[in-house]
């Protein structure tokens, strides 16, 4: 089993900057895919971005291109997801997810295996 905990949610202006954090434990795993997911009431799970277990590989859905970095530190067990220039339409709940055993850059919610338990960004306009 493995769990992750998501941090660094909160209330912003438009045009300001959040970072998100998300960090693995539990039973140790090789590589992995993390990703970053959001989701609005009444709607789909989609993808932000996600990033291969060496962290050289990243995707990033076009709303967020330019505005929006994945990264893994180190110890590969954590994910980040740095947000600048948020938009209203940024606001979520926004979920961290990982695809163990795999290094891929997965892109749909059925394609993850753990999920945390997501935190609140609300960009006000």
């Known amino acids: 089993q493995v769990q992750l905990v998501e941090s660094g949610g909160g209330l912003v202006q438009a045009g300001g900057s959040l970072r998100l954090s998300c960090v693995a434990s539990g039973r140790t795993f090789g590589s992995s895919t993390m990703g970053w997911f959001r989701q609005v009431p009444g709607k789909d799970r989609d993808l932000v971005a996600t990033?291969?277990?060496?962290?050289?590989?990243?995707y990033y859905a076009d709303s967020v291109k330019g505005r929006f970095t994945i990264s893994r530190g180190n110890a590969k067990n954590t994910v980040f997801l740095q947000m600048n220039s948020l938009k209203a339409e940024d606001t979520a709940v926004y979920y961290c997810?990982?695809?163990?055993?795999?290094?891929?850059?997965?892109?749909?919610?059925?394609?993850?295996?753990?999920w945390g338990q997501g935190t609140q960004v609300t960009v006000s306009s």
């Open positions: 997810a990982v695809k163990l055993y795999y290094t891929a850059l997965f892109r749909t919610p059925e394609d993850y295996d753990y």
């Open positions: 990033i291969d277990w060496g962290g050289s590989s990243t």
